[in-house]
């Protein structure tokens, strides 16, 4: 595939990922301050998996046809990322390693 290919892909993927992004939040604003601070966790990662949509340049051509089959790429990526593994306190832990490595 060559770099025009898949840059038309990826920027389809993203634009579809935004308008879902975009509708998500403007449901929000209808709901109460504690429904919100409820969905914090998922505005954040939702965030996080937008950005990675945006500069990601490292896609192959499964992934990009992995993510073209989702109607709604954002909330198909977020509930796999729902039944993942991962936790982000691995990364915290490493962080604050790292930070008191430096301060030592």
Do not use: C, H
């Not at 990826?10 to 998500?24: D, G, M, P, T, V």
Request: net charge negative.
């Amino acid at each position: 595939m060559d770099k025009n290919e898949f840059n038309t892909r990826k920027s389809e993927i993203y634009k579809r990922a935004l308008n879902e992004y975009n509708l998500f939040i403007e449901e929000l604003k209808d709901l109460s301050k504690e429904e919100i601070i409820e969905k914090a966790y998922e505005i954040v990662i939702k965030e996080e998996i937008l950005l990675l949509l945006k500069v990601e340049d490292d896609f192959n051509d499964i992934e990009l046809q992995y993510l073209e089959n989702f109607e709604y790429p954002l909330y198909g990526i977020y509930i796999e990322w729902l039944d993942n593994d991962y936790s982000t306190i691995d990364f915290i832990r490493e962080t604050i390693a790292k930070v008191s490595k430096e301060y030592a």
